[in-house]
């Protein structure tokens, strides 16, 4: 499978939440993926999404991300990941965690994880009461997301979510955080939550968020 090493940037506020990781056509074509294509993006972590081909905005060497993904894969707006082209296995176990919900109310949630591609120690969001999450990821209500966190796979991932996959919820966690001293992912709104301010929220982040997230650097340039 091929790979690539790719610079990380935003995706726009309708693929927030969407499990995706939003290509251009170049670049797609050197990785041999089409759009709903699995990849995987590592960085100090990792995490499996839906390739994502997108109208013309994001240029060759780039992928957009939203937060929960960049959580995952442990990495920032403008980090350098790799992203690799997979073939996932059919999952025969996924055991997960969900903050605040019961046994009974995680396994409810089997549907919307049908058709996921996921590793290990992913955080993905679902939208409860959702029809489900399908091939392309798309849920019925994006203003509703529970944070999940996979606890684990068989066999390793990645690995797609499917008919047979036996779902088991991590009954010392099931109660508690998804991940004890860690984001549980409900951080509050995030730049992916706000819609038709893209150039405005890079402005924010060239100004505002990158000098404050690489102090030395900008102290170096007499900022």
Request: overall charge negative; charged content about 30%.
């Amino acid at each position: 499978m091929h790979e690539m090493e790719l610079t990380v940037k935003p995706v726009a506020s309708e693929d927030a939440g969407e499990g995706v990781a939003v290509l251009g056509a170049k670049t797609a074509r050197e990785l041999g993926v089409a759009d709903g294509d699995p990849v995987v993006v590592r960085g100090d972590g990792v995490a499996a999404a839906r390739a994502r081909l997108d109208g013309g905005r994001t240029s060759t060497g780039e992928v957009r991300t939203d937060s929960s993904l960049r959580r995952s894969v442990d990495v920032d707006v403008g980090d350098t990941v790799t992203v690799e082209a997979v073939d996932p296995s059919a999952a025969e176990r996924v055991s997960l965690a969900i903050a605040g919900q019961s046994r009974e109310e995680a396994l409810a949630l089997r549907d919307e994880l049908l058709g996921q591609v996921v590793v290990a120690s992913q955080r993905i969001t679902l939208s409860p009461g959702s029809p489900g999450v399908s091939e392309r990821g798309h849920t019925a209500d994006s203003h509703h997301r529970m944070p999940v966190r996979i606890l684990d796979t068989a066999p390793p991932g990645p690995v797609r979510v499917t008919e047979g996959t036996r779902i088991s919820v991590d009954p010392e966690r099931e109660e508690g955080s998804v991940d004890p001293g860690q984001d549980s992912g409900q951080a509050g709104p995030t730049y992916d939550d706000i819609g038709g301010l893209a150039e405005e929220l890079d402005r924010v982040r060239e100004t505002v968020e990158i000098p404050l997230r690489n102090p030395n650097l900008f102290g170096r340039l007499g900022v």
